[in-house]
């Protein structure tokens, strides 16, 4: 029963998304304007030719350029807002009208222009000319179309001509995530009892890798004595030294030499043999000894308390 739910669910979500898609693609790709033209009013005595814009862009529209009838007088044309009008120097049409563009029309709102004609003729002269290249359109008549329905229509119908092409692969790849999920449960349980074995080898690495931190500490606490141990022999050796190099300089005091002269034959005997490491400048600190020895201790009592 499943089964036969996710074969309905999947062309349905399909159509959905692919409507919703296609719905948003269509109002964001939209006409930034559009432009109905044609119908003749008389106002005072006049008649005028009517051309309402209709701007859906967020942006004021610039640069549309109309052909006019050669008389027409720029002071004449009425809007409904405020808008900016110029003529196209230099600029003539086929028919010798008048070019003039039209600027600063207000966004997301309708703007009507009344142009003025002297006659039938003289009114049709009065054209949008590069309104595709402004991304807009061009409406004879004053019927206007709704822009979310058209959207909505023919989304609906690229929805569902998507639905039925796809259909097809969706029954086929159904059929295979079937087979593809008896499959996947095979190998769900060797993974489970891969993962056991894992687990147990785990386990035992985590065993032998607790005894070599046990047997390392131990081998780290064996170095630091020795360490300690060579330290206090060097002291007692150092501190040997020292008698022997006082002794030294008490004698040569006692011949008749002063202290420099005594202190010259060290440093004579030093650098025959060597030494450098033996002078008082280099002299080991016992109290260090003293402290490591200590640290030593603690450590000790410390790995005897954990093996427990």
């Keep these: 029963m499943n089964k036969y739910i996710e074969m309905i669910a999947a062309p349905l979500l399909t159509v959905v998304g692919s409507f919703v898609v296609s719905t948003m693609a269509s109002i964001l790709y939209q006409d930034d304007f559009r432009i109905y033209s044609g119908t003749v009013v008389e106002v005072a005595g006049r008649s005028y030719v009517t051309v309402e814009f209709e701007v859906i862009a967020k942006n004021a529209v610039n640069g549309l350029i109309f052909t006019v009838p050669k008389d027409t007088v720029f002071q004449e044309i009425q809007s409904s807002s405020p808008i900016l ?51 807009g359109s061009f409406f004879p008549a004053g019927t206007v179309r709704d822009v979310v329905e058209d959207a909505v229509y023919s989304s609906l119908i690229a929805a569902i001509a998507g639905v039925v092409i796809i259909f097809p692969f969706i029954i086929y790849f159904s059929n295979k995530l079937n087979s593809l999920g008896e499959k996947l449960k095979e190998t769900k349980e060797l993974r489970d009892e891969e993962g056991r074995k894992l687990l147990n080898i785990h386990e035992n690495l985590k065993k032998d890798a607790e005894d ?6 131990i081998v780290k606490n064996q170095a630091a004595k020795t360490n300690v141990l060579l330290h ?15 002794t030294i300089k008490s004698l040569v005091v006692k011949g008749g030499g002063d202290m420099r002269s005594s202190e010259k034959i060290i440093e004579t005997i030093t650098e025959k043999l060597g030494t450098y490491q033996t002078s008082s400048k280099s002299r080991f600190n016992f109290d260090y000894i003293k402290v490591a020895a200590e640290i030593l201790g603690t450590a000790n009592r410390e790995v005897e308390n954990s093996t427990r």
């Design 85 to 135: 009008i110029k003529s196209v120097e230099g600029g003539v049409s086929a028919r010798s009208e008048k070019l003039v563009e039209f600027n600063q029309i207000l966004p997301r709102r309708r703007t009507q222009v009344l142009i003025p004609f002297k006659d039938v003729v003289s009114s049709g002269s009065i054209m949008p000319i590069n309104y595709k290249q402004k991304n």
């Design 232 to 246: 206090a022999r060097i002291s007692d050796y150092a501190r040997e030294l020292d008698f022997w190099r006082n």
């Design 212 to 217: 070599l931190r046990e047997r390392l500490q």
